[in-house]
C-alpha cells in the first residue's frame, strides 16, 4: 500500500470566547479572521483559507491533561527572528512557558488566553535525515536555554 502525502492544514481548538480569541490571534501572530459562525471564527496566516479554527467549548470548560501538549508553528528565519518574536510576546504580556534547545532547533514556548500552548520554533538543521539522527542521538531533548528577547 501506497502511504498518501500528508500535510499540515489546520488547528481546531476549544476556547471560552471565539471572538475574544480571534482577537489575541489576530493581534499577537498577526492572523487574519477568514470566516465566523455564531460559535465559531476561522484565522489564516494568508496562504490557506484557515489555519485556525476557535470553537465555543460548552460552558464551564476546564483546560484538561488529557489533548493536545502544544502545537508547533516554524518560524522563517534564523535565532535573532525567534529573539524578536519573544520580545513580541513579552511586550504583549503573552505568557511565555519556557525556552528551549532541541539540538535541532530553538523552541519559545508560550501559551494563548485559554491555557493552550503553542511553539515558535527554528530550524538549525535543516535536512531531514540529518534533524531524524540528532533526535535520536540526542533522546528528542528539551533542554532549557537562555534565550534574551529583541524588541524592536
Known amino acids: 500500500?501506497?502511504?498518501?502525502?500528508?500535510?499540515?492544514?489546520?488547528?481546531?481548538?476549544f476556547v471560552r470566547d471565539p471572538e475574544a480569541s480571534a482577537q489575541w490571534f489576530a493581534d499577537v501572530l498577526n492572523m487574519k479572521i477568514t470566516a465566523r459562525g455564531p460559535q465559531w471564527v476561522f484565522l489564516s496566516f494568508g496562504r490557506k483559507h484557515h489555519d485556525l479554527a476557535l470553537i465555543r467549548a460548552e460552558e464551564g470548560a476546564q483546560q484538561g491533561g488529557?489533548?493536545?501538549?502544544?502545537?508547533?508553528?516554524?518560524?522563517?528565519?534564523?535565532?535573532?527572528?525567534?529573539?524578536?518574536?519573544?520580545?513580541m510576546l513579552l511586550s504583549k504580556g503573552v505568557k511565555v512557558v519556557k525556552t528551549t534547545d532541541h539540538k535541532v532547533g530553538f523552541?519559545?514556548?508560550?501559551?494563548?488566553?485559554?491555557?493552550?500552548?503553542?511553539?515558535?520554533f527554528v530550524e538549525t538543521v535543516t535536512d531531514d535525515e540529518e534533524g531524524q539522527r540528532v533526535l535520536g542521538e540526542h533522546n528528542a531533548p528539551s533542554e532549557p536555554v537562555a534565550l534574551d528577547p529583541l524588541y524592536t
Open 66 to 87: 488529557l489533548g493536545l501538549q502544544h502545537y508547533g508553528l516554524e518560524v522563517e528565519g534564523d535565532l535573532d527572528d525567534l529573539r524578536r518574536l519573544y520580545g
Open 107 to 120: 523552541g519559545l514556548y508560550f501559551e494563548d488566553p485559554d491555557g493552550n500552548r503553542f511553539e515558535f
Open 1 to 13: 500500500m501506497v502511504t498518501p502525502s500528508i500535510v499540515r492544514t489546520h488547528l481546531s481548538l
